[in-house]
């Protein structure tokens, strides 16, 4: 169990930030965060001002209204995924000793247009719809299999029983990283997410060069050797007109790698609590399955769990606030989907709401393992509600919660007859 983490130091208040426009929030350490995170979004919504600063990990804006997180996704020019800009990264790069192994970058979820534009497109086929419907009947054996082994006890701690195993090996054997290395995997993983802080960019770099470190030999190997594999299929594009070297192979892994091994677990967990909370749901769903793709929608909007970062370009007047070129910016998905302007009653699940949500981001930045995802999701709900009998929380268990750029769910009970 992961230990509660202490609050970040508060900074002081830069001159151009209101006292109007400022509340304490700290998105990785808030207790009542920790303790159910969309319980407390519901409150920071009607406490909190739709754009507000926040002293903590080094003082940054969070985005809390919809419309706030759409304009700002969209708008490139003014809100910059460069957290720190190229040039300064270039810079630093350039004074590294000669020899110095490549540090990797996360592109393209960290670059702007024109490079993000170049460096998205080889991405886009292995993540396409045809290529990941190609992939849902090994989806849905494994799901089976994971839960039919936890069936038996009658009780699981689920995350680590079913919704870690299942994303991480379909993403391993997807990528082409062998399967019998997916702890060691998740473990560096876990770290680099947890340890990613806008206010410590040296340190979210080490914890990348780790990752690259153990994906090399495979990357090497791939090179050589090809199979049928993203990582085969990466070292067969070309970027504008140049062959994939190393560099650029370790900057994809690297971002894939952790978009890959996290992301999907906090959604099916977040998804499988809400089910065992809602006995009627589960009657619902077993009783017309036809219906478990809109609940999954639904379940993506009201546990919108990512949290994006932001750099402001330059300075700007943005929904009510001033802003300063280098002011750090969260996009507060997780808020955008619960706000009551956007979505009438926001804290309800409704099965029929027919309402686009935002949990995959928006503008050229928007997610490209939507499909996977989804398929992932859709396939674990379905398979939960056809094998086991009505689950439910288990009762002498607390859920806990990380919260952070990847919010979820630690650990899990369940429990069924
Ligand atoms: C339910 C699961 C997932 C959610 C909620 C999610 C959410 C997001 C969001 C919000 C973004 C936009 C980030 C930004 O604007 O800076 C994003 C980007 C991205 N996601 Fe996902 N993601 C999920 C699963 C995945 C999976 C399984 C993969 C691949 C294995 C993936 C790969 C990516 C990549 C490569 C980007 C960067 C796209 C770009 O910068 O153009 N995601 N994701």
Known sequence: MTQARPLSPAVARPAHVTDAVTYDFDMFADEAYVKNPHDRIL????????????????GHWMLLSHKANFDASRDVETFSSEVIPQAQVQAMLAQRPPGSPHFPQ??????????????????QKAFSPKAIMALKDSIR???????DAMKPAGTAEFVSAVAEPLPVQ???KMFGLPVERQQEYRQVVKEHMESISVSDPRAVMMRMLKITAIMRDTLLDRKENPKDDIISMLWQTEIDGKPMGMDEMEN??????????????????????????HPELQRELRADPTLISAATEEMLRRYTFTVPPRRVNKDTEFHGVTM??????????????????EYANPEQYQLKRETVHIAF??????????????????????EMLARLPEFRLASDKEVRYHGGHVVGPDELWLSWN
């Open 106 to 123: 996360p592109w393209p979820i960290n670059i702007d247009p024109p490079l993000h534009t170049m460096h998205r497109a080889p991405l």
């Open 361 to 382: 981001g928006a503008g050229p930045h928007r997610c490209l393992g939507s499909h996977l995802a989804r398929v992932e999701l859709n396939v674990v709900y379905e």
């Open 170 to 172: 379909v993403f391993l």
């Open 252 to 277: 994809f892994c690297v971002v894939l790698f952790a978009a890959g091994l996290d992301t999907v677990v906090n959604g099916i967990s977040l998804g499988a609590r809400h089910l065992a909370d």
């Open 43 to 58: 409150d920071l919504h009607k406490n909190a001002p739709p754009v507000f600063w926040t002293p903590r990990n080094g």
């Open 141 to 147: 054996e494994l799901a089976g299999e994971l839960i």
């Open 324 to 341: 300063k070129a280098g002011d750090k910016v969260m996009l507060f998905l997780p808020g955008a989907d619960l706000d009551s302007r």
